[in-house]
Every structure is written in C-alpha cells, then in structure tokens.
C-alpha cells in the first residue's frame, strides 16, 4: 500500500475533515524517509484498529487524532519507540479528559481502573475497557460541541471558565516542557508552584482570592496524574516508586 493510501485510510477510519487533517505535513516535517513514513503509518494504521467499535463517535476519533499528532511532535531515539510512546500518550489523555470531566471524587475508581487494567489486560482489552468508561463524557452532547471545536490542550479543559482554562493550558504547555522524575517529586512540584505564581500575577490574580486557592490544587493535581499515570505505565519497574 502506498504512502497515500494509508494517509487516506487513516482519515476515513478517524473521520477527520480535509481542512483538520494536516498528518502529511506532520510526518513530513519530522521524517524525511519514505521508507520510515511508511513504517510510521503502519504503526499509527495497528493503533487506531483498536478503537473499532468506537469509529462512529466523531469526538472520540478527533481526540484519538490529537494524540497521534502530539507523539509525532516528539523527537524519538528510534521508530521503534512510536508506538510504546502513541500508546502512552493517548491513555494520558483520555484519563486526564475524564478526571477533569467527571467528579474528582472519581479519580480512585479511574486510578484503580488503570493499575487492575494493565496488570491483567492486553492493549485491545485495554483500550476497550477505556473506551466505555469514558463513553458517558463522549455522549454530553455539550461537551461533544466543544471538543469538536477546540485546539489541542484546550479539549482537556473545557469545562473551566475562560482564565482558568488559559492557566491551566499555559501549565499543561509547561509540564510538558520537565523531565517528569518521579525520584524528583518534591523538587518538580516546587517547580510548578513557582511557574504557577508567575501565571498568576501575569494574569493579576490575587493570591488571597478562592480562584488561587483552586486552581493551586487543580494544578497539582495535573502533576499528580502525570506522576501516577507514568508510574502506572513504567512496565519494567518491579517496585515502582509511590507518588507522593
């Protein structure tokens, strides 16, 4: 199969429009040989099969979609690093989309969800299992409307009002940017707590007010989740270390 038709499958299979589908110029711009775009979109083609009984919901395939252009973005030792990266980076959406979705109260039953998952499922099972856990968020048809809508960090944090989505994107920006080290808990979070002062006096947002208050815990627990999804997904790590 030729480099165009696997671009074209990968399009109709996700249902991406023409104007939003942007996956040559993404691969393009970070491989330069047919032969590894090829590969590339071998691996992307076995990914997103996973997903089959999900294809018709369109705002599930657009976020499916998103992670797949995110992995692409990031500079890989090898090829073959891709799809482990794909597969982490797409779980590390979907669940940081539904603890923000749902009620945090909720976030045990997702953590617990997650390490009973990878301890006795295979990826397919996996995703499957995700998927209907997640299909109440995907059939909000108002949430629908407005992760259809959005750009890329911004689908994680709709549900927020208008500063408190900006401050929250700027950190997730900016979280992407560390070395998450989960022997370097203390030393990250306090990282964060200084970033997040800067934002907050940019913004001119009072340090006594019950937003800073808020967004403070949100914000530390957008480090939590990365912490807890990477100790998660650290398959080698026999005593994996806890996350504070």
């Given at each position: 199969?030729?480099?165009?038709?696997?671009?074209?499958?990968?399009?109709?299979?996700?249902?991406?429009s023409?104007?939003?589908?942007?996956?040559?110029?993404?691969?393009?711009?970070?491989?330069?040989?047919?032969?590894?775009?090829?590969?590339?979109l071998?691996?992307?083609?076995?990914?997103?099969?996973?997903?089959?009984?999900?294809?018709?919901?369109?705002?599930?395939?657009?976020s499916?979609?998103?992670?797949?252009?995110?992995?692409?973005?990031?500079?890989?030792?090898?090829?073959d690093?891709?799809?482990?990266?794909?597969?982490?980076?797409?779980?590390?959406?979907f669940?940081?989309?539904y603890?923000?979705?749902?009620?945090?109260?909720q976030?045990e039953?997702?953590?617990?969800?997650?390490?009973?998952?990878?301890?006795?499922?295979?990826?397919?099972?996996?995703?499957?299992?995700?998927?209907?856990?997640?299909?109440?968020?995907?059939?909000?048809?108002?949430?629908?409307?407005?992760v259809?809508?959005?750009?890329?960090?911004?689908?994680?944090?709709?549900?927020?009002?208008?500063?408190?989505?900006?401050?929250?994107?700027?950190?997730?920006?900016?979280?992407?940017?560390?070395?998450?080290?989960?022997?370097?808990?203390?030393?990250?979070?306090?990282?964060?707590?200084?970033?997040?002062?800067?934002?907050?006096?940019?913004?001119?947002?009072s340090?006594?007010?019950k937003?800073?208050?808020?967004?403070?815990t949100?914000?530390?627990?957008?480090?939590?989740?990365?912490?807890?999804?990477?100790?998660?997904?650290?398959?080698?790590d026999?005593?994996?270390?806890?996350?504070?």
């Amino acid at each position: 199969m030729d480099l165009e038709s696997k671009y074209s499958e990968v399009q109709q299979f996700l249902s991406i429009s023409d104007d939003n589908f942007t996956l040559r110029e993404d691969i393009d711009q970070y491989f330069n040989v047919d032969d590894q775009k090829v590969e590339i979109l071998g691996k992307i083609l076995a990914f997103i099969y996973n997903f089959q009984m999900f294809k018709k919901n369109r705002a599930f395939m657009n976020s499916v979609y998103i992670c797949i252009k995110k992995t692409i973005e990031i500079k890989l030792m090898s090829i073959d690093d891709f799809e482990e990266l794909l597969i982490k980076n797409s779980l590390m959406r979907f669940i940081q989309e539904y603890v923000e979705y749902a009620e945090m109260g909720q976030k045990e039953q997702v953590l617990n969800f997650l390490a009973d998952s990878f301890e006795r499922l295979g990826l397919q099972p996996l995703i499957i299992n995700l998927g209907l856990l997640l299909k109440p968020m995907y059939s909000d048809q108002d949430y629908i409307d407005k992760v259809l809508k959005m750009e890329e960090v911004e689908v994680t944090y709709v549900l927020n009002d208008e500063l408190q989505l900006q401050i929250k994107a700027e950190i997730d920006k900016w979280l992407v940017t560390q070395t998450i080290d989960l022997n370097k808990q203390d030393e990250l979070t306090d990282k964060l707590k200084r970033e997040f002062d800067r934002l907050i006096e940019e913004h001119n947002l009072s340090k006594e007010s019950k937003s800073y208050k808020t967004l403070l815990t949100d914000v530390i627990e957008m480090l939590s989740m990365k912490l807890t999804m990477i100790s998660l997904m650290d398959m080698s790590d026999l005593e994996p270390v806890p996350v504070k």
